[in-house]
């Protein structure tokens, strides 16, 4: 079966760049016509949507997130990955990959376990 | 702030039924069958519970229902158990601007 892995630092100092990658086992990331997806959970706090890249490459963004986000492919490793720059405390959060079952549409049937990314000096 | 809104939170007794609503507007909710609820039990991942509205994932228990109506959205929890206790998510497709927005969680207990 399907399963996600994120991956990246931990720690990430303000007005740098956070990078997470995602790597995805058990199926190809081109194959399927699936999209898949970043998602955020502040601390104690609900879900946020970053955004999706469809196996084409084709990206769409959460509006709020859009000019510091860039989510990109590389399908000889399998994996999807996550670049968000300009980070500010803010952004400190619970970063989670996740696969859309139909998609673009929020229906999202596979996760990662997500990875803790603090944010501070 | 959440785009949709959900209670803060919900409780019932074992066996009982609990419902959870999930509001939005013409542009989300209300718009489109694309309405997913998700559970999350502490320091875990979110697992999708319903999907398109009212459909389960395969090794979902039917005891979990959802429905729709108008711009809200609601989960039931029929036969509690304690192993249900978990936060409660549902999210919504609100168009190609904005593709996908969630709700702001309801911790469910069971008493």
């Known amino acids: 079966q399907v399963q996600l892995q994120e991956s990246g630092p931990g720690l990430v100092k303000p007005s740098q760049t956070l990078s997470l990658t995602c790597t995805v086992s058990g199926g190809s990331i081109s194959s399927g016509g699936y999209y898949w997806s970043w998602i955020r959970q502040h601390p104690g706090k609900g879900l946020e949507w970053i955004g999706y890249?469809?196996?084409?490459?084709?990206?769409y963004y959460n509006p709020s997130l859009k000019s510091r986000v860039i989510i990109s492919l590389d399908t000889s490793k399998n994996q999807f990955s996550l670049k968000l720059s300009s980070v500010t405390a803010a952004d400190t959060a619970v970063y989670y990959c996740a696969r859309d079952r139909v998609g673009p549409v929020g229906g999202f049937d596979i996760w990662g376990q997500g990875t803790m990314v603090t944010v501070s000096s | 702030q959440s785009a949709l809104t959900q209670p803060p939170s919900a409780s019932g007794s074992p066996g009982q039924s609990v419902t959870i609503s999930c509001t939005g507007t013409s542009s989300d909710v209300g718009g489109y069958n694309f309405v997913s609820w998700y559970q999350q039990h502490p320091g875990k991942a979110p697992k999708l519970m319903i999907y398109e509205v009212n459909k389960r994932p395969s090794g979902v228990p039917d005891r979990f229902s959802a429905s729709k109506s108008g711009n809200t959205a609601s989960l039931t929890v029929s036969g509690l158990q304690a192993e249900h206790e978990a936060d409660y998510y549902c999210?919504?497709?609100?168009?190609?601007?904005?593709?996908?927005?969630f709700g702001g969680g309801t911790k469910l207990t069971v008493l």
């Open positions: 999210s919504s497709y609100a168009g190609s601007n904005n593709l996908v927005v």
């Open positions: 890249i469809y196996y084409s490459g084709n990206t």
